[in-house]
Nanobody
Framework: QVQLVESGGGLVQAGGSLRLSCAASGRTFSSYVMGWFRQAPGKEREFVAAIKWSGGRTYYADSVKGRFTISRDNAKNTVYLQMNTLRPEDTAVYYC?????????????????????WGRGTQVTVSS
């Protein structure tokens, strides 16, 4: 049984930083793609970043490029999302996801449909 547990959310002022963690268990994740998505009130869940567990290649939404960094720690089975220069529009519930898609790259890893497993989310609030 795959479990994904997010942590690290909270309230931060604009310009500040947070690091989210996603602890993954129940499977060997070497063949997985791990993603971060977010959902603001009244909006669709949207792609933030993804990382291939094997090799560590990363993918980002344009809105977070240069500000957010996704990484993973193989020994801890944990994926991180370092968020810098936060803006009020980054306020959302952030979800960790895991999947084993047959497709690759942008157009694939940024699609919610390729992720079979999701965490419960962690709230990030950025005040202006």
């Amino acid at each position: 049984q795959v479990q994904l547990v997010e942590s690290g959310g909270g309230l931060v002022q604009a310009g500040g930083s947070l690091r989210l963690s996603c602890a993954a268990s129940g499977r060997t994740f070497s063949s997985y793609v791990m993603g971060w998505f977010r959902q603001a009130p009244g909006k669709e869940r949207e792609f933030v970043a993804a990382i291939k567990w094997s090799g560590g290649r990363t993918y980002y939404a344009d809105s977070v490029k240069g500000r957010f960094t996704i990484s993973r720690d193989n020994a801890k089975n944990t994926v991180y999302l370092q968020m810098n220069t936060l803006r009020p529009e980054d306020t959302a519930v952030y979800y960790c996801a895991a999947g084993t898609p047959y497709c690759t790259g942008y157009g694939c890893y940024d699609s919610k449909g390729i992720y079979a497993y999701w965490g419960r989310g962690t709230q990030v609030t950025v005040s202006s």
